[in-house]
């Protein structure tokens, strides 16, 4: 089986907590939670549409996830003038900065297993994910998850 389903928002980094002396906890990421009920929101849309209606990917199936993350590009990657519609020719493809590829692939996955798409994110046992800079400036994230099987 495989799923695949996309995300229209700003991916956001689930990283530092900051503690309180009460004991309290929140994250340091103001665009964690709608980043997660995006995410949830999608996987359970994707879901419905292949008509399930309780876990896919149950334990112990070994389980790879694609994730494509898409930011919208800065200013400074077009050119000026007349030809400001035109990416610069140094413009980059991948995005190579904050945020943290390793945190956003966190957030993620927690967000997959609050949707109830696989039993845990621990099933995960190859990860293929990237950043990228989109063109048309839409961000978000383009995600497939499928039953990992031996090469």
């Known amino acids: 089986m495989k799923m695949t389903f996309h995300v229209h928002d700003r991916p956001a980094p689930q990283g530092s907590k900051r503690v309180f002396r009460n004991g309290g906890m929140v994250e340091m990421s103001p665009g964690l939670g709608n980043w997660r009920a995006a995410v949830v929101s999608a996987a359970l849309v994707a879901k419905a549409d292949i008509g399930a209606k309780a876990i896919i990917f149950a334990k ?14 800065p200013k400074s990657h077009y050119r000026t003038g007349k030809f400001q519609d035109q990416l610069r020719d140094d413009a980059p493809h991948y995005m190579a900065q904050m945020p943290d590829l390793s945190k956003l692939i966190r957030a993620t996955e927690d967000a997959i297993t609050q949707a109830a798409v696989w039993t ?5 046992v190859i990860i293929h994910a990237h950043q990228v800079y989109n063109d048309n400036a839409d961000e978000g994230a383009a995600i497939t998850i499928m039953e990992a099987k031996r090469q």
Not at 60 to 73: A, D, E, G, V, Y
Not at 120 to 124: E, G, I, L, P, R
């Open 60 to 73: 112990p199936m070994p389980l790879r996830l694609s994730i494509t993350f898409h930011f919208k590009r």
């Open 120 to 124: 845990d994110d621990a099933q995960v």
